[in-house]
């Protein structure tokens, strides 16, 4: 079991590694959405929403187009996401 000591000092570019590998093992939509409630409306006016067909993949692949790994002034909010799931899972 992975402890807040260990997790902690890890990058949140790690921690998103970690906690996104989780997920696609786990098959994990669920995580993905609770992430996606941490992000800005997207510029395009379009809410980012993944159809009732998609896949985990599909979330990893619009979480990085939503982000670019630049989460700025969330980025304590969204590790905080990471840590939790990594130490819940």
Same mark, same amino acid.
């Given at each position: 079991m992975t402890t807040l000591a260990e997790l902690d000092?890890?990058?949140?570019?790690?921690?998103?590694? /970690?906690?996104? @590998?989780?997920? /696609? @093992?786990? /098959? @994990?939509i669920g995580f993905f959405w609770s992430l996606f409630r941490h992000l800005p409306a997207r510029e395009d006016g379009s809410d980012g929403a993944l159809g009732i067909q998609?896949?985990? @993949?599909?979330?990893?692949?619009?979480?990085?187009e939503s982000t670019g790994h630049e989460y700025g002034d969330r980025e304590p909010l969204i590790r905080a996401a990471f840590i939790d799931y990594l130490l819940k899972h």
């Open positions: 000092p890890l990058s949140t570019e790690r921690l998103r590694e /970690r906690a996104f @590998d989780l997920a /696609r @093992d786990r /098959r @994990d998609s896949t985990v @993949d599909d979330a990893v692949a619009l979480w990085k």
